[in-house]
């Protein structure tokens, strides 16, 4: 694609929500309408912004652009908390998003137009979370973009809510009460009665605000011109039709170019080291085990974890983050790292693609966010499931039961995930070819799905064209 010099240019201003897994896949979305020559203002929250530029070691300053044939600036906007308010009370920061968001993002596309006159910002890409800025949007010139991080699924689900609401299936706290389990579709997997998107079992205050910010997004994002998911139709057909106006663009991967690094949108420092180790492994020998971002564990669940993995007698690379432990740092069982000795690698964080991408790389113990699904299912890497709330249960049922790719680690009666069943569950997939087989067979559809002709490059170009009328 080429753009035409002379004539003012497309110019995208890209909004996630402040967690790392809505971050992440914008990014690469942004990526991906910068390679074809457009330029990005990616905005974040100060703070989120900050942990983005600590963790890019080439960057300095507020607006960079970490790598010109990117088109790729980093900028950020307040948050609107006053210094009194909790940092860490994360309901506290929707509501103050809520508020002060439009009035920052109107600032800063003013500050930009102004600058930059030839290139002002056209098109605003915001997460589905954040829909209530595309009038901000339109106020300003620019065309409303929604953009959906997790599945057709968990999307489909937040727009039928005023629906299930309506009909008595939804009580006003979210909770279903007409059946134990919720279907869309007899395609699509049905949604137990406790692990909705928005549940929260013996948290009702809690579940409410979640489910109000669904119920929030179903009546806003009609509002954007384009609606992009991070999906591919082919491994969710049904969940797609649901939402007609949904065009699949995913899934959205990396690829690597060690000459030119694409910025890290990682909380957390990588830690490249467990690359070299993994080169020490043989092919297909290594349990990599990460739980994303959020999960939290007891010191009982992750001692048992650490017994479960020593016990398998197989190579392990675990991504333990400092926060892992209840919100603490974990304590691990005595002399369990002297006994795992180089079998055993334990890092903070890990280059999670670099990772399922490498030879040595078996299998994936995952909490099944939809980033990490689509990560290890891209690259044909099967699962040991292992999730922790959210959309990770639908996104099991998909793995376990619909792609047949993985298996589930489960908890007993005391909710605990036993060293035995860990254990079990790693040897039963090293004896199970059905399941690799299914996963490089998972890794070709993704690949057609996203490359030169397929269903989601389609789509994406179909998207960028409109960019550049």
Known sequence: MEIIKGKKQPHVLAVPFPAQGHVKPLMKLSRQIA???????????????EKIVANNKNMSGDNINHNEEDNIIL????????????????????????????????????????????????????????????ETAEKMGAVPVAFSPPSAAAFALV???????????????????????????????????????WSFSGDLQTQ??????????????????????????????SACDLSPNLLSIG?????????????????????????????????????????????????????????????????????????????????????????VGEVGKVVEWAPQERVLSHTSTACFVSHCGWNSTMEG????????????????????????????????????????RTRDEIRGKIDKMFCDDRLKKNAVKMKEVCAESVGEGGSSYKNLEMFINHLVE
């Open 75 to 134: 900028a950020s906007i307040p948050d609107g908390r006053s210094p009194e308010d909790d940092p860490n009370d994360t309901f506290k920061l929707l509501e103050s998003l809520r508020h002060s968001t439009p009035g920052f993002v109107t600032e800063l596309i003013e500050k930009i137009n102004i600058s930059n006159p030839d290139q002002k910002i056209s098109c605003l890409v915001a997460d589905i979370t954040m829909a209530w800025i595309f």
């Open 208 to 237: 409410k605000i979640f489910f109000d910010c669904s119920k929030r997004i179903s009546e806003t994002v009609n509002q954007a011109t384009w609606l992009l998911s991070n999906t591919c139709y082919e491994i969710e057909p």
């Open 251 to 339: 899934p959205l991967l990396e690829s690597p170019n060690p000459k030119s690094p694409p910025i890290s949108c990682n909380f957390y420092s990588e830690d490249e080291s467990c690359l070299a180790w993994l080169d020490s492994k043989p092919p297909g020998s290594v349990v990599y085990v990460s739980f994303g971002s959020l999960a939290v564990f007891s010191q009982q669940q992750l001692d048992e974890l650490a017994f479960g993995l020593e016990n398998s007698g197989r190579a392990f690379l675990w991504v333990v983050r400092s926060d892992l432990a209840n919100g603490s740092r974990a304590v691990y069982p005595d002399g369990f790292l002297d006994r």
């Open 377 to 416: 299912a891209g690259n044909g890497v099967p699962f040991l499931c292992w999730p922790y709330f959210s959309d990770q249960y639908h996104n099991q049922s998909y793995i376990c039961d619909e792609w047949e790719i993985g298996l589930r680690i489960e908890p007993g009666e005391n909710g605990i």
């Open 35 to 49: 390679k074809r020559g457009i330029k990005v203002t990616f905005v974040n929250i100060q703070c989120i912004h």
């Open 159 to 197: 727009l039928h809510t005023p629906k299930l609401l309506q009909q008595g299936f939804l009580d006003a706290n979210g909770s279903v009460t007409k059946s134990e389990t919720i279907s869309l579709s007899e395609n699509v997997p049905t949604w137990q009665k406790n692990e909705l998107t």
